[in-house]
């Protein structure tokens, strides 16, 4: 009598040296799997092309598509790791045969309100983290170290506006307890921050910004806002510019890890120089810790270069200490997560 499906398939799995770990690590691949599709699809446009359910010839006419086969291969695991459907019929209408539409919920936030920061951390992890682990074993062994934010710097801005809503609302509670409102955001990015600190009436202040672009990116904000008669936006290095205090907050946000441990000494002297009496320092980053988020961040950062390993609140606060400031309080700003904001003054 044949054997069954099943009696072959436990023999196939018992046949493995491990059949556990055998079973987690498919299961581990078909993970994977999904996120290969959904980067490809990301770049590709389809995410955004079947935000209107279309038929394979119509989307590959729309995305230039001229490889039909392995198009259609694509699509067809798009169907199989859930993320889209392909039916005759959408929404009750008649429509032809192999109508294609989105269906996970990864897929649909991909191209949703929060897209774009979602987009951009698919990226990070598939193409910029995927390069330094590819890269890994050479750069333990003595290679040079990946010269990587050329390249993803614009990657990397996007997708740590993830936290961007947490760290808005505690430098909204910052500038409120503070006892004036000049302000002065030292790597202000997209000038974001600042629209966080403008929420306290009649504040004031600069933006500082490493990159040309990010300044431009902050000054078209601002405008848009209708901030820039309250805050100002300009290209310099925190470590040789003149900072035209003084302060009441200073805010150094998601950024310590640019800094050599041996230059933080001399950037938080700066700093505490351009505060005034009883202004305050607010920095916020991912410290190191034990949980695979962090530690994943941790690696890839001491992995690329002109960035450093994370550093742990127990670690600045001596340094804060011997800068000059002796009112030192850090908060966890997500439970269970290693992102902490560090006020001193």
């Known amino acids: 009598m044949p054997s069954s499906k099943w009696s072959r398939t436990l023999r ?3 046949s493995q040296p491990d059949p556990a770990a055998h079973a987690l ?12 599709f959904l980067a490809a699809a990301v770049h590709l446009g389809l995410l955004e092309a079947l935000k209107t359910p279309a038929p394979v ?74 390069t330094v682990y590819h890269e890994l074993p050479e750069a333990l062994r003595g290679g040079e170290l990946g010269d ?11 997708s740590s506006r993830i936290a961007e809503g947490v760290i808005s609302g505690y430098v909204r509670e910052a500038m409120s307890e503070a006892e004036g409102g000049h302000v002065l955001d030292v790597g202000c990015g997209s000038g974001v921050y600042l629209r966080a600190a403008s929420a306290r009436p009649g504040s004031t202040g600069s933006g500082l910004d490493l990159q040309p672009a990010a300044v431009e990116l902050a000054q ?20 040789e510019a003149e900072l035209d205090g003084p302060y009441d907050v200073i805010l150094l946000l998601n950024n310590i890890y640019y800094f050599a441990p041996e230059e933080r ?13 009883g202004g305050r320092l607010v920095l916020v980053s991912m410290f190191h810790d034990s ?16 960035c450093y390993a994370l550093t742990t609140p127990a670690r600045l606060e001596p340094e804060l200490r011997e800068a000059g400031f002796q009112r030192i309080r850090t908060d966890q700003l997500v439970s269970g997560q290693s992102l902490y904001a560090i006020q001193a003054g």
């Open 57 to 130: 010839a119509e989307l590959a006419e729309r995305l230039g598509i001229t490889r039909t086969e392995q198009f259609r291969i694509f699509l067809e695991l798009g169907v199989s790791v859930g993320e889209l459907s392909v039916s005759s019929r959408v929404s009750g209408t008649a429509a032809a045969p192999g109508t294609y539409a989105l269906k996970g919920r990864r897929a649909r936030a991909l191209v949703g309100r929060n897209g774009g920061v979602l987009r951009a951390l698919l990226e990070e992890q598939t193409a910029y983290h995927a």
């Open 265 to 277: 000494p001399d950037l938080f002297r700066t700093l505490r120089g351009a505060l005034r009496e």
């Open 12 to 14: 196939a799995a018992a």
């Open 291 to 306: 949980n695979p988020t962090a530690l994943n961040l941790d690696l890839i950062l001491a992995c690329t270069q002109g």
């Open 220 to 239: 078209r904000n601002l405008r848009r806002w209708s901030l820039e008669d309250r805050f100002g936006v300009r290209q310099g290095d925190v470590r």
């Open 148 to 158: 990587h934010l050329p390249r993803y710097a614009g990657v990397i801005a996007e």
């Open 25 to 36: 690590l498919l299961r581990d691949s078909q993970q994977v799997t999904r996120t290969h």
